[in-house]
């Protein structure tokens, strides 16, 4: 989150809005982002239906004890709802092909 915070403009310069999902709480969510200066809106997905709609669900066993949780990714989807581009697990952390592929998107408008 960090790192597309720190791309934020060149991102928002594509016409791009930036929206940040996660399983956790509005209230974590808050927490998060105000450590971090995170100013892009960061929306609960607590029922974890959004996760597995994109088929994002992670199984975790920690000391015998299963849960799911959400691998990260980073999507940029266009204005009909088509997805342009994706980067999954640790390529979803460094924004660059995100940001490379809103470039390419806006100058094919």
Not at 36 to 54: E, H, Q, R
Request: one cysteine or more; aromatic letters at 8%.
């Amino acid at each position: 989150m960090k790192a597309f915070q720190e791309n934020l403009q060149k991102l928002e310069a594509g016409d791009t809005q930036v929206l940040g999902v996660s399983i956790d709480s509005p209230f974590s969510n808050y927490q998060f982002a105000q450590q971090n200066n995170v100013t892009f809106p960061l929306l609960s997905d607590m029922s974890a239906k959004t996760i597995a709609d994109y088929g994002l669900e992670k199984d975790y066993d920690i000391q015998g004890v299963k849960m799911k949780s959400a691998r990260r990714a980073s999507f940029l989807i266009d204005k009909t709802g088509k997805i342009v581009e994706m980067s999954a697990d640790n390529e979803a952390v460094d924004p660059s092909k995100i940001v490379a592929a809103c470039e390419r998107h806006k100058l094919a408008q």
